[in-house]
Structure formats: C-alpha cells, structure tokens
C-alpha cells in the first residue's frame, strides 16, 4: 500500500506537470472505486485551474478554480503523466486530461478515491479529525509524550494512529522503532519524554530517506515514470525475520501488533 513518502513522491512528480494548466476533461471509466464518483463531476471539473497541489496525510489534493479534488491511491493505485494518445490498460479507472499532457489513475485492486469538495479542506470529514503531518514542525516528542498520556496501546499502534500523527504506516513505524530502541508492544504510557523526543526525530529521519529513495516498493508502488522506490534495500528490520539484527546479531523476530505484523530486536528494543 502506499504510504506517506510514496504519495509525497508522486505529488513532486505531478505537480510540474499540472500546477496552473487548465483541466479540458475529465475521463471516468470505472467509477465503482472506494467511493463512487458522481456521473456529472466531469462536468463539473471541466474547465476548472490547478491552483495548488499538496498533500494530506495520504491524500492527494488538487486544488481548482472552484474547489478540491482529493485523490486517494488506496492499495494499489498510482498516478502518471501519460500522452492522451497512449491507449488506456484495464486498470486505468480516470484520466484528468490537460491538453498537453495526461494525469491517469491505475488501480488494479480498486481501493483508490476521486472526491470533490467546495467547502474548506480542513473541514472534510476525512482529514478533520487527523492529527499533524510527521515531517511539520508542530509534530515532536512532546507532542507524542501528550497524546500518550492515559492510553494503554502498544507504541507501535500508537505512532500509528492517524489522530496522533499522519502517515507512519506499517514499515515505517516498525523501522524507527528499531532504530529508537523502542520495543514496538511496549504500552505507549510507559515510555519516557526523552525516549519520545529520540522517536520524533527518527520518524522524520526515516521518512524524509523514504521520499529521498522514492519510497519502499514491496508489492505495487512505483513513481511518475514506473520506476520503484529504493528504499527498501535500506530496510533494517521490516520483512527481516530470521535474519541477524544488524546491531547485534541476534534474529529479528515478527509478532503481531493490531493486526499488523511487526518485526523487531528483543536486545536492541526495550
């Protein structure tokens, strides 16, 4: 599935693309995605400026001329500039065409999202509740040493509630983790201000790698132009049980921590 630093990945690769050009159509071939998408949104759209493109936790927001368009990749989904002439494959669900070139939508697995907004960003049911962005200035160790305060969840489902703190999936998490010698069961409560303050840092630390790399491919991400991310070759515990802890040397072991699975050091994470 990608994560924060694939989608932030694609928004620095479209954005060149479409950032001030006018949207001439929009094209919907399979409108049954996560959500449906309305038969008269590519009348509404049609016509309509880019005036911004930015990032929400995992959305994608396209700012227009009369509103926003959030794009979600779901688990498989991926945005490319493509030539309107290029034939479209059995997956290609909706292209925003702008004249001189062609965002299109690929989702095999159909988790992805094409939502329309007038009102206020902040306000849309899907990001009011989110808590600050992981690479901001607002999100540190505090911030987490707070939030914890009260609650009983495993750190490692902790960082990775989106109330607490946007976009540190699954890999990301189980990595910082490790390198914060943080044991990801251990209840959230019980970790200290300092141990929080090392784990904020990390976070920013690993993301902004990821999105450096281009993200981590493990199954279907790859960028603008079908490339893979890099940054799984830099894993160092995620997907590495059985395998020697590259601190000590010990084997990395996988649980399950809500439902996901997890992978970490018993030495070098208390």
Same mark, same amino acid.
């Given at each position: 599935?990608?994560?924060?630093? /694939? ?14 050009? #006018?949207?001439? !159509? ?5 409108? #049954? ?43 498989? *989904? %991926? ?9 479209? *494959?059995?997956? &290609?669900?909706?292209?925003? &065409?702008?004249? /001189? ?10 988790? *992805? ?24 200035? &607002? ?40 390198? %914060?010698?943080?044991?990801?069961? #251990?209840?959230?409560? !019980? ?27 493990? !199954?279907?991400?790859? &960028?603008?132009? *079908? ?44």
């Amino acid at each position: 599935m990608p994560e924060l630093p /694939e989608v932030e990945t694609t928004r620095r690769g479209i954005a060149p693309h479409i950032l001030g050009r #006018r949207l001439e !159509r929009v094209i919907v071939r399979q409108p #049954r995605l996560r959500w449906p998408v309305p038969a008269e949104l590519a009348k509404q759209l049609q016509g309509q400026r880019v005036q911004r493109v930015e990032r929400r936790a995992k959305y994608l927001l396209l700012e227009l001329s009369e509103g926003t368009l959030l794009i979600h990749l779901g688990m498989s *989904g %991926s945005l490319r500039i493509v030539s309107d002439k290029r034939a479209p *494959g059995p997956h &290609d669900h909706f292209d925003l &065409d702008f004249g /001189e070139c062609c965002l299109r939508f690929r989702d095999p697995r159909r988790f *992805g999202a094409l939502l329309w907004t007038r009102a206020a960003i902040e306000q849309h049911p899907l990001l009011s509740h989110l808590g600050p962005e992981p690479l901001a200035e &607002d999100f540190d160790g505090q911030h987490l040493y707070s939030c914890a305060r009260g609650r009983r969840t495993a750190v490692k489902s902790f960082v990775m509630d989106g109330r607490v703190v946007v976009g540190v999936g699954n890999i990301y998490a189980s990595e910082s983790l490790f390198l %914060s010698g943080i044991h990801p069961h #251990r209840p959230c409560h !019980r970790v200290s201000l300092k141990r929080y303050v090392r784990l904020a840092t990390i976070i920013k630390q690993v993301l902004q790698r990821a999105i450096e790399q281009g993200g981590t491919t493990l !199954r279907d991400f790859h &960028d603008l132009e *079908g490339n893979p991310g890099y940054f799984a070759q830099q894993l160092l515990v995620y997907g590495k049980s059985g395998a020697p802890c590259p601190n000590c040397g010990s084997i990395i072991r996988q649980r399950r921590i809500g439902q996901r699975s997890s992978f970490f050091c018993v030495h070098c994470q208390h």
